[in-house]
């Protein structure tokens, strides 16, 4: 399983980015998919799941309202949304996805990061 992920940048506060994530080597479209980031000097942190279908989604309290997490399975992606961004959204941010189908985690196979940097 491959996952790239890309669409970061800088950006003023209050502006928006979209990342994407690109996913190859099984069925998309039977696994969960999920959104963490990693700013300097802190642990990675939860930003948001979303369900195979596409039908349930999940966000952390820091971006809810802010960010929305959505999927195509017919071009294996992810995307994030990310509206209203403030400095502290500043992170390496990552895709990651489960191992087993039908769950919502663990988390087993990882993309690279994309780095969002928000100024002030």
């Known amino acids: 399983v491959q996952l790239q992920a890309y669409g970061g940048g800088l950006v003023q506060a209050g502006g928006s980015l979209r990342l994407s994530c690109g996913a190859s080597?099984?069925?998309?479209?039977?696994?969960?998919m999920g959104w963490f980031r990693q700013a300097p000097g802190k642990a990675r942190e939860f930003v948001a799941s979303i369900d195979w279908s596409g039908g349930s989604t999940y966000y952390a309290d820091s971006v809810k309202g802010r960010f929305t997490i959505s999927r195509d399975n017919a071009k294996n992606t992810v995307h994030l949304q990310m509206n209203s961004l403030k400095p502290e959204d500043t992170a390496v941010y990552y895709c990651a996805a489960p191992k087993a189908a039908g769950q919502w985690g663990p988390y087993d196979y990882w993309g690279q990061g994309t780095l969002v940097t928000v100024s002030s």
């Open positions: 080597g099984r069925t998309f479209s039977n696994y969960a």
